[in-house]
């Protein structure tokens, strides 16, 4: 038993701070109706700031004031005023992305003002972490896990006081079900959303503060699966509960504190169940717990009241206005491709080709996003697959790369038709949880093994070789034509299957999944076939993109670049073809552009930052910053040149599927 109780009660600091962010999660999600994906980052943020004003010598009292008592709760104010608020009550895809762009960005720019050098852990906040305070079944307690165990039993006094107050609890609860209807009587709905997400956000900077001393160094990657482990003690309360998630969080502490005691560091239960354990209960409350499963079902009375996306501008403009701009877009294609081939510098070259490359990879996203309404964040896990599939057949059993990339990409959609399978009754924030949980447990229990995603050093890949012509040459253009043949072939494909039966199943899902269901629709098979095809189109993507950098490793395809890779492709243009390989083209070529500037300020970060705080007018415009823009200038186009405008398109297109013809108007 003494053996039992000192594995168990080391354990519960870390279940105290999950129970921090769960209750931080829930009270989030109970009073504003945003699951708030930048949790994790919001913690972070907290933790940097205190870590460096201690660092300069602050007291940490007053180091705790500036990060967790004021900057903590001006950021969730911030995000409430300038965000959140501005996205309709029933548009959780844009409370979803936008939560993700907020995710990736604030830490970005944590980085960018501080720099990336390595920081060591501050100390507790009031209390010794070397010094022994009391005893548990006579297993010590030290000060930091002392200190944690009572911030979070204050906390969940304060929760509960706050919550449990019949006219304030009332309150909350009507703004996040309905904040029109509560405005009819007399209440501002914005001010107690604004409390709520400064109270959650206080909440943030509190599990922060309290987590970074447990670990040697402050590393952003503790606070995302910090999130995850929150996230999965919140499950158990169905999201809705304080108390559940206290409990579900402390729980989750005590059984990793038992699993990294009993099983052995060199055995495969340590190294492969432990760290998989907080994602493998999330996946399985997201799929057994049918409250979880209604996290999208809406009760606001005056949902119907927000307008749906606007179509793309490619179907609304003039039919002249459309023939001139097919035939200028085909030549600056034809002139892009001629002079990557000629005069362009081989470092420009292979950014382009990388391009070429990331756009492969973003029409998985126009599949999945664009077509089916649904966001997943394992698409970077799917190119992984079909990566170490074609370079561990090409580099170990001698089969050449491009038939190890159809391989692979075959290899990623059966693992993405087996992944939607438990997901068949999932939508919107769960799914999107649930493909969340299941790139993480390749993060940490598949890919790290030499098996998967090869020794720590990376796998080395080769190039083609097709016939007598050799692309392993220090010249990319090569492998520029070959990648932009299969873009063409994939686009090509996705058109088709946008055009097709399955296409039109989707757009009617997307719109009302009951409607579709009734009238004879089968919303398993469409979404079975479509994240399959998703899943081996980032396959056969990830494949080239390894052939292309010629060495790979687990970390080119962690879940980070999963986030990354939905917000850019939804700030360019989510439903189209032509968004995914601009959105493609873009993410390298302004990556490169930033390469220029000096210091840290030419990492990747800040193109990240960029791409984020695009994707925040997602919202507003739902079909893309670009297509916005694009759809902004024909119709000033159109009007300047005389044309026929996008309702006298709309008339058409509405003429030519009805077989009807008039003067009249169209309703």
Same mark, same amino acid.
């Given at each position: 038993?003494?053996?039992?109780?000192?594995?168990?009660?080391?354990?519960?600091?870390?279940? #105290?701070?999950?129970?921090?962010?769960?209750?931080?999660?829930?009270?989030?999600?109970?009073?504003?109706?945003?699951?708030?994906?930048?949790?994790?980052?919001?913690?972070?943020?907290?933790?940097?700031?205190?870590?460096?004003?201690?660092?300069?010598?602050? =007291?940490?009292?007053?180091?705790?004031?500036?990060?967790?008592?004021?900057?903590?709760?001006?950021?969730?104010?911030?995000?409430?005023?300038?965000?959140?608020?501005?996205?309709?009550?029933? !548009?959780?895809?844009?409370?979803?992305?936008?939560?993700?762009?907020?995710?990736?960005?604030?830490? /970005?720019?944590?980085?960018?003002?501080?720099?990336?050098?390595?920081?060591?852990?501050?100390?507790?906040?009031?209390?010794?972490?070397?010094?022994?305070?009391?005893?548990?079944?006579?297993?010590?307690?030290?000060?930091?896990?002392?200190?944690?165990?009572?911030?979070?039993?204050?906390?969940?006094?304060?929760?509960?006081?706050? @919550?449990?107050?019949?006219?304030?609890?009332?309150?909350?609860?009507?703004?996040?079900?309905?904040?029109?209807?509560?405005?009819?009587?007399?209440?501002?709905?914005?001010?107690?959303?604004?409390?709520?997400?400064?109270?959650?956000?206080?909440?943030?900077? %509190?599990?922060?503060?309290?987590?970074?001393?447990?670990?040697?160094?402050?590393?952003?990657? !503790?606070?995302?699966?910090?999130?995850? &482990?929150?996230?999965?003690?919140?499950?158990?309360? !169905?999201?809705?509960?304080?108390?559940?998630?206290?409990?579900?969080?402390?729980?989750?502490?005590?059984?990793?504190?038992?699993?990294?005691?009993?099983?052995?560091?060199?055995?495969?239960?340590?190294?492969?169940?432990?760290? &998989?354990?907080?994602?493998? @209960?999330?996946?399985?409350?997201?799929?057994?717990?049918?409250?979880?499963?209604?996290?999208?079902?809406?009760?606001?009375?005056?949902?119907? #009241?927000?307008?749906?996306?606007?179509?793309?501008?490619?179907?609304?403009?003039? =039919?002249?206005?459309?023939?001139?701009?097919?035939?200028?877009?085909?030549?600056?294609?034809?002139?892009?491709?001629?002079?990557?081939?000629?005069?362009?510098?081989?470092?420009? &070259?292979?950014?382009?080709?990388?391009?070429?490359?990331?756009?492969?990879?973003? %029409?998985?996203?126009?599949?999945?996003?664009?077509?089916?309404?649904?966001?997943?964040? #394992? /698409?970077?896990?799917?190119?992984?697959?079909?990566?170490?599939?074609?370079?561990?057949? +090409?580099?170990?059993?001698?089969?050449?790369?491009?038939?190890?990339?159809?391989?692979?990409?075959?290899?990623?959609?059966?693992?993405?038709?087996?992944?939607?399978?438990?997901?068949?009754?999932?939508?919107?924030?769960?799914?999107?949880?649930?493909?969340?949980?299941?790139?993480?447990?390749?993060? !940490?229990?598949?890919?790290?093994?030499?098996?998967?995603?090869?020794? +720590?050093?990376?796998?080395?890949?080769?190039?083609?070789?097709?016939?007598?012509?050799?692309?392993?040459?220090?010249?990319?253009?090569?492998?520029?034509?070959?990648?932009?043949?299969?873009?063409?072939? #994939?686009?090509?494909?996705?058109?088709?299957? /946008?055009?097709?039966?399955?296409?039109?199943?989707?757009? =009617?899902?997307?719109?009302?999944?009951?409607?579709?269901?009734?009238?004879?629709?089968?919303?398993? &098979?469409?979404?079975?076939?479509?994240?399959?095809?998703?899943?081996?189109?980032?396959?056969?993507?990830?494949?080239?993109?390894?052939?292309?950098?010629?060495?790979?490793?687990?970390?080119?395809?962690?879940?980070?670049?999963?986030?990354?890779?939905?917000?850019?492709?939804?700030?360019?243009?989510?439903?189209?073809?032509?968004?995914?390989?601009?959105?493609?083209?873009?993410?390298?070529?302004?990556?490169?552009?930033?390469?220029?500037?000096?210091?840290?300020?030419?990492?990747?970060?800040?193109?990240?930052?960029?791409?984020?705080?695009?994707?925040?007018?997602?919202?507003?415009?739902?079909?893309?910053?670009?297509?916005?823009?694009?759809?902004?200038?024909?119709?000033?186009?159109?009007?300047?040149?005389?044309?026929?405008?996008?309702?006298?398109?709309?008339?058409?297109?509405?003429?030519?599927?009805?077989?009807?013809?008039g003067d009249g108007p169209v309703a």
């Amino acid at each position: 038993m003494s053996t039992f109780l000192s594995y168990a009660v080391p354990g519960i600091p870390f279940g #105290c701070t999950y129970a921090i962010v769960a209750m931080g999660l829930v009270l989030t999600y109970r009073t504003t109706g945003v699951f708030n994906f930048a949790f994790g980052s919001q913690a972070f943020v907290s933790a940097f700031t205190y870590t460096v004003l201690i660092g300069e010598g602050v =007291a940490p009292w007053l180091a705790f004031v500036i990060a967790v008592v004021v900057l903590a709760p001006a950021l969730g104010w911030v995000l409430d005023r300038f965000l959140f608020r501005r996205i309709a009550a029933t !548009n959780t895809t844009a409370k979803l992305v936008s939560a993700v762009a907020v995710f990736v960005a604030l830490p /970005q720019i944590v980085l960018l003002m501080f720099g990336s050098a390595t920081r060591f852990s501050p100390p507790p906040l009031f209390l010794d972490a070397g010094r022994v305070y009391l005893h548990l079944f006579s297993t010590p307690i030290n000060g930091l896990e002392l200190e944690t165990v009572i911030m979070t039993a204050a906390m969940v006094l304060v929760v509960s006081a706050v @919550l449990g107050a019949s006219r304030f609890g009332l309150t909350v609860r009507a703004a996040v079900e309905s904040p029109r209807l509560l405005e009819l009587e007399g209440i501002r709905s914005d001010r107690v959303l604004s409390a709520a997400w400064m109270g959650s956000s206080l909440m943030a900077g %509190l599990a922060g503060v309290l987590l970074a001393p447990q670990y040697p160094t402050l590393q952003f990657n !503790n606070y995302a699966i910090l999130l995850v &482990a929150a996230l999965a003690a919140a499950a158990l309360g !169905n999201l809705a509960d304080v108390r559940l998630a206290l409990l579900g969080g402390i729980l989750l502490g005590v059984v990793e504190g038992l699993a990294s005691g009993y099983f052995s560091t060199s055995s495969v239960w340590h190294t492969g169940l432990l760290p &998989a354990i907080p994602f493998l @209960l999330l996946a399985i409350l997201l799929v057994a717990r049918g409250r979880l499963r209604r996290l999208e079902d809406t009760e606001d009375p005056l949902a119907a #009241c927000d307008p749906p996306p606007p179509v793309p501008v490619a179907v609304t403009r003039s =039919a002249e206005l459309d023939r001139v701009i097919k035939f200028g877009g085909r030549a600056l294609a034809v002139a892009a491709v001629v002079s990557v081939l000629t005069w362009v510098p081989g470092n420009w &070259a292979f950014t382009l080709t990388a391009g070429v490359v990331y756009s492969i990879i973003f %029409l998985s996203i126009t599949l999945v996003t664009g077509m089916s309404g649904q966001v997943s964040l #394992c /698409q970077a896990t799917f190119a992984g697959i079909g990566a170490f599939v074609a370079a561990q057949l +090409a580099v170990h059993h001698g089969v050449p790369i491009l038939l190890g990339a159809v391989i692979g990409a075959l290899g990623a959609m059966v693992v993405g038709a087996l992944g939607a399978l438990p997901a068949l009754r999932l939508r919107g924030l769960p799914l999107a949880l649930l493909t969340l949980a299941l790139a993480l447990l390749a993060d !940490n229990a598949v890919f790290p093994y030499s098996w998967a995603g090869g020794p +720590a050093s990376g796998l080395n890949v080769p190039r083609p070789q097709i016939g007598s012509i050799d692309l392993a040459t220090t010249s990319s253009k090569g492998f520029f034509v070959l990648a932009l043949l299969v873009l063409v072939a #994939c686009g090509t494909g996705v058109k088709l299957v /946008q055009r097709a039966t399955v296409g039109r199943y989707l757009d =009617a899902l997307r719109a009302s999944p009951l409607g579709a269901e009734s009238v004879g629709i089968n919303p398993g &098979a469409a979404r079975v076939f479509v994240f399959a095809l998703s899943a081996g189109l980032a396959g056969l993507g990830g494949a080239l993109y390894a052939s292309l950098q010629q060495s790979i490793n687990p970390a080119d395809f962690n879940y980070q670049f999963s986030l990354v890779f939905v917000v850019v492709v939804v700030t360019t243009g989510v439903r189209t073809v032509e968004g995914a390989i601009q959105a493609g083209v873009s993410f390298v070529v302004v990556e490169q552009l930033l390469s220029y500037l000096p210091g840290r300020w030419g990492s990747g970060g800040l193109a990240i930052v960029l791409f984020a705080f695009a994707a925040l007018t997602y919202a507003r415009h739902p079909e893309g910053v670009v297509e916005f823009q694009k759809r902004m200038w024909t119709e000033r186009a159109e009007r300047w040149l005389g044309l026929g405008g996008p309702s006298d398109r709309i008339v058409e297109m509405a003429t030519a599927s009805t077989g009807i013809e008039g003067d009249g108007p169209v309703a």
